[in-house]
């Protein structure tokens, strides 16, 4: 019995060692032309994407040094993203990124950790400004692939047999079976086989052509490409993570259902002016992203009263300087601040004006065509006479903890809202600028200090005629 069993176990392992020696992976199967289903699920996935609104998602682009990683979200109905940018390439990037059409917010984070997380879905308030993405800068062709990836129409050439599109394989994802096919981006020309080349095989170069992974509902959850100037790119959609996403304040807030004002609406909107002189005046505080070299901060005093604005004005791209701007009956006057004056602060919280106001050498005249002008007019003229043009109610809102109505003023060329709590206050002055985004002015009703003249040259005497 013992001798049997040993030369069972003798047996069963030269045939183990026999079979481990002889033993090849079952050959990859071959990639093919899609089914026409296939092609017809590969057509409609940029209509899917647009159906299904939004999706959580998480990028890694480039290698090496130059890789960058971005985790948040995209909503394709409203052409907008969110997200926070990482990696080691990331630069001047680093922190979050709103993005809708092509308006591109940042929030500059550069102590972040290499690593992203996802973005707070209440965003922060403070720091945004207008960035313009360097050439040769990875982040731009990316974010341009996220919101390429939705359209509301199928790709119809994508549905030909021949279109240069093949089936690679199946796999699983976290939401389940799919299948992955090879294709070029929406919007570059299909792929050939090489000439002599069989049916069965894929393209010519098929590192060069994109990689869908594909549900069986026409749903995307995983995208592999390569982008020029950029290297690898691999985006993760998640379908489930879908939140209502909120535009911060430059790009326009949340967009609401404007409609006609309501009677009560129509009576706080005619007795603005009155309110206001019976307010005397505010505090203010201004952020104006006018270009994306520009992007001013202010904080002042405003007297409806007199008509006089007065308040220092800081641009994050120069954060060592200070302009003085006083508006008043004469008109604009600007002068820059001395240096070693109180009244500094930092470039993102500048401090209010010296009182009374330095010597100057001020700058006079009668009227300003830029943002921050025309935003400074419109906040002292509010206390004159009421808002011009048609106006539509267009969401509510929230401003200093009081609940708000958003009234737009104006044609699509000067476009005003007017932020007016219950009690018929104004709370804050939007304008619509020409780098199309908002700038704002917040506005805090209280009692301000005398806003003296500035101190004017004295006059040179005449020299006596002769006699």
Not at 49 to 70: F, H, M, Q, S
Not at 110 to 124: E, G, K, N, Q, R
Not at 165 to 181: F, K, S
Not at 210 to 216: A, V
């Given at each position: ?79 907008l ?7 080691p ?16 917010v ?58 240069g ?17 090879q294709?070029?981006?929406?919007g570059?020309?299909?792929s ?17 052509q ?7 509902d ?8 390569q982008?020029?100037g ?27 259902l ?14 603005l ?23 001013l ?29 006083r ?10 601040l001395p ?28 009227a ?19 808002p ?26 000067a ?28 506005l ?24």
């Open positions: 019995m013992l001798l049997l069993l040993a030369l069972t176990a003798v047996t069963s392992a030269a045939a183990l060692v026999f079979g481990l020696l002889s033993w090849a992976p079952d050959p990859p199967e071959p990639t093919r032309p899609l089914t026409v289903a296939e092609g017809e699920r590969l057509a409609a996935v940029r209509v899917t994407n647009l159906r299904d609104l939004r999706a959580g998602v998480r990028v890694t682009a480039g290698v090496d040094a130059a890789r960058i990683e971005l985790v948040g979200w995209v909503d394709w109905s409203r052409s993203l969110y997200l926070d940018v990482g990696g390439g990331a630069g001047a990037e680093r922190g979050l990124v709103q993005k809708v059409g092509a308006v591109l940042v929030r500059p984070d550069p102590a972040a950790v290499p690593t992203p997380a996802a973005p707070p879905l209440v965003p922060p308030a403070d720091r945004w400004r207008l960035h313009r993405l360097e050439p040769g800068a990875n982040l731009a062709p990316v974010l341009d692939l996220l919101l390429g990836l939705a359209a509301d129409r199928p790709d119809a050439t994508r549905a030909v047999p021949d279109g599109a093949r089936w690679i394989a199946q796999d699983t994802v976290p939401a389940g079976p799919v299948d992955v096919l294709a070029p981006l929406p570059t020309p299909a050939r086989s090489a000439p002599g080349s069989t049916a069965g095989s894929a393209s010519a170069d098929p590192d060069s994109t990689r869908y992974w594909l549900d069986q026409a749903r995307l959850h995983k995208l592999v490409t982008l020029p950029v290297g690898p790119v691999t985006v993760v959609l998640n379908r489930t993570d879908r939140p209502t996403l909120h535009p911060v304040d430059a790009l326009g807030g949340r967009p609401g404007p409609r006609a004002l309501t009677d009560a609406e129509r009576r706080r909107l005619d007795q002016p009155a309110r206001l002189r019976a307010k005397s005046g505010a505090t203010l505080t201004l952020t104006a992203p006018v270009g994306t070299d520009t992007n901060r202010a904080a002042g005093w405003l007297s409806w009263t007199t008509r006089t604005a007065y308040l220092a004005v800081a641009d994050l791209g120069v954060p060592d300087r200070r302009t003085l701007l508006r008043d009956a004469t008109g604009l006057a600007r002068a820059d240096a070693g004056t109180a009244g500094g602060g930092t470039a993102e919280q500048p401090e209010r004006p010296p009182l009374p106001p330095p010597a100057g050498p001020w700058r006079v005249s009668r300003g065509s830029d943002a921050l002008s025309v935003l400074v007019d419109a906040a002292v003229a509010a206390g004159s006479v009421g011009r043009g048609t106006a539509v109610r267009v969401r509510e809102d929230v401003a200093g903890g009081q609940t708000v109505d958003v009234v737009e003023v104006g044609s699509a060329g476009r005003l809202r007017y932020w007016i709590d219950r009690d018929g206050s104004l709370r804050r002055l939007e304008l619509h600028t020409d780098a199309d985004a908002w700038a704002q002015l917040d805090r009703p209280t009692m301000v200090p005398r806003l003296a003249p500035i101190p004017r040259p004295a006059a040179t005497p005449r020299p006596h005629a002769a006699r």
